[in-house]
């Protein structure tokens, strides 16, 4: 079943043109890795994709909901009410955890079910445990994020989104902000999600591990897809612009 289906996507930052003609898909179960340089407009991408920013053109679909159509190169926005639903298909985490400060860690885990889902406090609180101790962190469920690592406060923004029920997650650069020691644990998480066939795509400059997670790689260069297929193209990339790039990691 297909997810996501992006089309065509054009978005401009003033005269600067950060993504130029961008179309992907994500099928369920489906691990896709977004690679590339600094600038190429990878995090650009995942935004529009999560409706953070607005696309200038091209079409957006996840499932059966339409939330951009493509109206004579414009892009044109579904109504709130349908961007709502569209939003409830996916969760975000932040290359910065994002965490609310002064909420303990299971409020951190258990507001959003509670207020924007409604759902029953007692199966909110529930699953919120369950991912607690899925994560490691069963112990911490009344800490604050000041008393964590940021590692540990990365696991608590993945079991954030997580507990919202998401069809499918998106990383930005979920290691980034962490130093060697911290990145382990939380590429860990990650590769327990895709044993379990969570439908993924992930921004990432950790190449051994979007070779050996994911089912497909995109390198992007200069807001354009240069390469994209397999994971081996992370060891055999064809492209002069992708051998270039990999070059400093293989």
Known sequence: MRILEIEHCRKHFGENEVLTDISLTVDEGQVVSIIGPSGS??????????????MDGGSLKYLDKVAVRDEGGRA???SPAELKQVRSYFGLVFQNFNLFPH??????????????????????????????AKMGLSDKAD???????GGQQ??????????????????????????????GEILKVIRALAA???????????????????????FMDGGVIVEQGKPDIINNPTQ?????????FN
């Open 154 to 183: 990365q696991r608590v923004s993945i079991a954030r989104a997580l507990a919202m029920k998401p069809r499918m997650l998106f990383f930005d650069e979920p290691t980034s902000a962490l130093d060697p020691e911290l990145t």
């Open 41 to 54: 407009g990878k995090s650009t991408l995942l935004r529009c994709a999560t409706l953070l920013e607005t």
């Open 143 to 149: 800490a604050y994020p000041y008393q964590l690592s």
């Open 240 to 248: 002069d612009r992708t051998i270039q790039f990999l070059s400093r």
């Open 76 to 78: 044109v926005y579904a």
């Open 103 to 132: 909420y303990s860690v299971l409020k951190n885990i258990t507001e959003a079910p509670l207020l924007i889902q409604k759902r029953d406090k007692d199966e909110v609180m529930e699953t919120a445990r369950d991912l607690l």
């Open 196 to 218: 379990e066939h969570m439908t993924m795509v992930i921004v990432t400059h950790e190449m051994a591990f979007a070779r050996d997670v994911s089912d497909h790689v995109i």
